[in-house]
């Protein structure tokens, strides 16, 4: 895979995880802790995406 693919697919997957989080946070009686993990796992994204483009 090259790297502009994996970017690519990461830059999916963190979207894919924005709006997870959106939804989940719209939604009653959805658990924070699936919320904070669900940021979490965004968050990671973000990092490997900035530390792939640096």
Do not use: N, W, Y
């Not at 802790?33 to 990092?47: F, G, N, S, T």
Request: charged share 35%.
């Amino acid at each position: 895979m090259s790297l502009s693919s994996h970017l690519s697919e990461l830059k999916k997957k963190h979207q894919h995880l924005s709006d997870a989080v959106e939804d989940a946070q719209r939604a009653p009686g959805v658990d924070g802790l699936q919320i904070v993990d669900l940021k979490k796992q965004k968050l990671r994204l973000k990092e490997e995406i900035e530390r792939l483009t640096a």
